[in-house]
């Protein structure tokens, strides 16, 4: 490399003295020292050029980089909106958000293996029947799957494939469910993920349209806590010191989220 840098500076300062013997000839008066300056000013000139031409680019780069960055976060809300869509309209589910308070409904939860409402399982579910806001009945159930339980699933909930082996078959569990809530409206928090997957369950397991209407908590606590950190549930139940203590078991999570429910129903 340092060999390469002496022969491009001598050729270089080969040309130069050429052109000093012809622009003397031309003006006796000009120097070799004048004729280099001229040509280090031009190379100056040239590196700064590529310099602010670099700068420019980066700076474009930079901005395209947080355009395409806020882009990307508008295009993964809006596949995340489609997916909870698609996976309630999975089935001819055709339910509607009431979002509002109502004095007779269902309160319902569940755990699951994993996030797909298609390619993962129903482990347990956990609902409570409210009649003129008071508890009135309970269902709870774990269903047997043909898998063993990731690790995660088992760390979060505490169910562990020992327990599922006396669950009972999905069929059974989700038509005892469905028998359960009626045409009640559905309540639950973060509720689409739910009903994406009981949907789909209901549908395979039993050919059956899950449509009932449902409230979510969530976007009530979104619009009444509107400087809440977050809206996960452990987070309003803290805010509004209900005990989350056996949380992510069906039965307890319905329970914290009646709570919530009638905490947000004071502050309309």
Known sequence: MYNKYIFINNNRRKKQKELLEKQKQENPQISFDMLTANMEKQDVNKAVGEDVAANNFSNALSKNTEINAKTNNVIDNTVNKVANRNSRTSGNYRSKNLNKFVDNYVLVDIETTGLSPVNDDIIEIGAIKV????????FNQLIKIDRSLPPFITNLTGITDEMLKTGRMPDEVFREFVNFIGESVIIGHNVNFDLGFLSNKCKKYLDYNLANDY????????????????????????????SYKGAHRGLKDVEITYEVYNRLREMR
Request: aromatic share 8%.
């Open 131 to 138: 009649e003129n806001n008071k508890m009135v009945d309970t």
């Open 215 to 242: 409230i979510d908590t969530l976007y009530l606590a979104r619009r009444l806590v509107p400087h809440s950190v977050n809206y996960k549930l452990g987070t309003l139940a803290n805010l509004f010191n209900i």
